[in-house]
């Protein structure tokens, strides 16, 4: 299993494997040769249960199939695994399944804006998401308020 990382100031690709318990060559096999920069979001090795599914891809499956199967924003499921929406996904292949109480930041996105967007205090969201950089691409963690 994976998990998303964010990375933080003044951290390095060795840090992170450190700190994580893994090494780099595995964190180059899943995420590439990336350069690893404050805020962006790598994959890494599963250390808890963060509500994302890894599902392995089927003969037949397309990435829209996929987003109506999970019943998942086909745009965040793009985007939680670095493809584009045209991109050629082969069997076996591990596609991450972004859960319900995750939101894929655009350009422009303000942390007010989301806010409202999601219609989630702003307080809540911040004390959910350790820090929030508002990048494009950065994941934000929230919890849907039960509306019963």
Known sequence: MYQIYQIMPGETIETIAQKLGTTVEELRRINGNVMVMPGMNIIVPDMGNNGVIVYNVERGDNLYAIARRFN????????????????????????????DDMYITSEGDTIQGIASKLNIDLNKLLTLNEEVYVSPDQIIVYKKENTN
Do not use: A, K, S, T
Request: aromatic letters at 10%; a negative charge.
């Open 72 to 99: 998942v924003n086909f745009d965040n499921l793009v985007r939680l695994n670095g493809l584009n929406p045209d991109d050629y996904i082969y069997p076996g292949q591990e596609i991450l399944i972004p859960n």
